[in-house]
């Protein structure tokens, strides 16, 4: 009987520890395990992007100043982020094939509009999905995004694969940084308050979860 009660509350704590959901700041929400809890796991998704890689070949894009980016990256959906010696921004053709990004599933829109929903973001539409991919030792510096035409929408996230340590800051570089583990299936919400907070992802290290990482971010570039 003691026992069994044990049993159930480690159980108990295990899955309020997958599911439960916390404010990393105001507008920013972390839904640990959010993938499983809102849709079917992350095997169809590995295979989505998969077969958008077919199509639209990860790669390594320069940034305005000329370095190459550690981290390789693709595109779905009406809108691709891209970034070349003339700058950044969105493109509805990939430069590689100038033909249109891979579609974006109806399974990973209802999955954003849930998560952006759950964050307090109504009528979430993405119309972009940038797909990135880090080998260990990729990372991603401090940024904002802010090349998409409203900033009243927010971004949802989608981590697979290897975790890492996301870097959280304020609304200018110099601020102090909160670190927050994701891990695969974990979803992130910016928008709001948090949707122009500095953001960045620490070298990713080898580990037990796959040889890779991806992370999706959700967007209405226009
Ligand atoms: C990454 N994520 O996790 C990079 N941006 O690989 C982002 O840059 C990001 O997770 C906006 C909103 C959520 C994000
Ligand atoms: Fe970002």
Not at 31 to 39: A, F
Not at 98 to 115: G, V
Not at 164 to 193: K, N, Y
């Amino acid at each position: 009987m003691a026992r069994q009660r044990t049993l159930d509350n480690a159980m108990g704590d295990l899955f309020e520890q997958e599911t439960q959901s916390r404010w990393l700041a105001p507008g920013a929400l972390h839904l640990p395990g959010g993938l499983d809890s809102l849709g079917p796991g992350s095997a169809w998704l590995l295979a989505w992007i998969g077969a958008v890689s077919s199509q639209a070949p990860f790669r390594h894009l320069r940034t305005p100043g000329g370095q190459s980016m550690s981290v390789a990256m693709t595109n779905a959906g009406p809108c691709g982020w891209v970034s070349d010696r003339r700058g950044y921004r969105y493109s509805p053709l990939d430069p590689l094939s100038q033909q249109p990004w891979p579609p974006l599933p109806r399974e990973l829109l209802t999955l954003a509009s849930d998560a952006a929903q759950a964050a307090g973001f109504a009528d979430f539409e993405p119309d972009a999905c940038l797909i990135n991919r880090y080998l260990p030792g990729a990372r991603m510096s401090l940024h904002q995004d802010r090349d998409e035409a409203s900033f009243a929408h927010p971004i949802v996230s989608v981590s697979l694969g290897l975790a890492a340590e996301f870097l959280l800051g304020g609304l200018t570089r110099g601020d102090t940084v909160q670190r927050q583990t994701l891990r695969s299936g974990d979803l992130l919400v910016l928008g709001g308050e948090a949707r122009l907070r500095f953001h960045g992802v620490a070298p990713v290290k080898a580990g037990a979860e796959g040889e890779l990482r991806f992370n999706l971010t959700l967007r209405r570039a226009q």
